[in-house]
């Protein structure tokens, strides 16, 4: 650890921060965004009441409706971004609580317009396509809304849940402000016996530490700072799951699931299908456990020994330069194009590359119709960092592709395939290191590596969307999710996954605390679902080449234009059965079998 505390904001070098000024120059012409797109509120008024006028209202109000969709998505994304940098920085605390207070008038002020046109007489959406050419692009669009009729509310309905929405969205800002900005852990000593200020972002790296004793003492130290605040916690979970369960019933969903799942139009059966189909290869996962401790020569596996590399000999540094060339290496199979725009953005600084005190944990893909992509990173000179990169990249580009090639209205893709184009950057980047790497030590590490990634991806994403359906469940059946509940659960579903050879230290039972993807619920599947799809398509790119890459990129740019089921079909995957989560299991049992020969 060289680091011994993190650096302020004004220590990161220029040139590894992201350049917000592509969004907008400077705080005051956010502030002229800001009130501009206040004032064109007021256009509402016009529109209300008469979409069934005439088309060239109706094309105008949808056309209005794009426009402030695309100013208040700047607005909000721009504010915090910069609050992003350093939580802790009062002045975009306040510019971002502005921004989503808009956000919920604009909200309010839109919500009439679905509502109306599902009131609108039969055949007059039929005559306005025949009187103007300018309504096909709206179809897609217009079928969406339509096929959801029976769950959209009255107007004055519509108006009240939108403004309710700070309200609705409360534990999860909650959440997001006492993870963030307010939780302080201690100091913890590292390998050398130093003094290191422990932080969300060196918790894995420490959890990775050949040092045992390193690891089980920052293990405890990390929990015992959750379990001080272990009331709050489920309190502020609990009012998020009642919160998606109340959204639920008004608009006549029989479940929260079921309501999640329905903006996908995806089945529940795929949902239960994943969890089916990751149980009925739990032995496998049990079988990678007993490996693990055996490789690690210990009488007994503690879940502190769950992320150190069982290959202790080697020590893999990545730096930041060097993750960028492996992943530009990795990625070369994606062709000319997808190379020159990944070059683009290593080098325009659309990538926040250091943690620094303040800053928001984690990583992410964000930015906005009119901008480029934007990435955010915690970068720690490890493997791990190094896919994280690739992993976000591929969310960035499939933003840019679906920019350029989909007008605003579909330009914006669903969950359910963004992780279809961040997991196969990982897929194609470990490929290359598992061919070009001779060193069978160093072999067995990146196998390692990748059984990790379907462990954490695969087996504990659906581990945690059966948490999010057990939980939901309950509370639409009346019961009060405590602390104790929620710890009861999520041991049990850590003692299924894990088997019988680890040993299930108390600390794990409220893990559930710290996981922010809990606050946006039935949204963690998805990575596992995506992961299948993905490691389908990168077989496919590998093995066909140019056609598979040209099929690919035709994915990358279709944005939201056909459901995510249909766009993944097209590209070759049938997510309605089992067998891409299968044959995903498959390619784990067959990376399994190597690694156990060669330790």
Known sequence: MEQKQLRSRSEIPEEYKWRLEDIFPNDEAWEEEYAKTEKELARAEGFRGHLGDNVTTFLNCLEWMNEISQSIGEIYTYARMRRDED???????ALTDRAGALSVKVGSALAFVVPEILSLPEGTLEKYREENPKMKLYDHALDDILRKREHVLSPAEEKLLAE???????PSSIFG???NADLKFPMVKDEKGQEVELTKGNYIQFMESQDRQVRKEVFQTFYATYKKQINTWASTLNSSIKADVFVAKARR???????????DKVPLTVYDSLIDTVREFLPQMHRYVALRKKALGLDELHM????????????MKITYPEAVEMCKKGLEPLGEEYGRVLEEGFNSRWIDVYENQGKTSGAYSWGTYRSHPYVLLNHQDTLDSMFTLAHEMGHSLHTYFSNQKQPYIYAGYKIFVAEVASTLNEGLVMDYLLRTTEDPKLLAYLLN????????????QTMFAEFEKKTHALVEAGEALTAELLSDIYLKLNEDYYGPEVVMDPEIAIEWARIPHFYSAFYVYKYATGFSAATALANRILKEGEPAVQDYLEFLSSG???YPIELLRKAGVDMETPQPVRDALQVFTSLLDRLEKLI
């Not at 939580?87 to 605390?93: A, I, P, T």
Request: hydrophobic residues 35%.
């Open 304 to 315: 502190y020994d769950i992320y150190v590399p069982m290959v202790s000999e080697v020590d």
């Open 164 to 170: 309710m929405g700070e309200i609705l969205d409360a």
């Open 87 to 93: 939580n802790r920085n009062s002045h975009y605390q």
């Open 253 to 263: 969903y029989p479940s929260a699931i079921e309501a999640s799942l329905d903006d």
């Open 449 to 460: 590596h990748y059984l990790e990634q379907f462990r954490g991806t695969v087996f504990r």
């Open 560 to 562: 939201s234009s056909d």
């Open 177 to 179: 402000m006492a993870n």
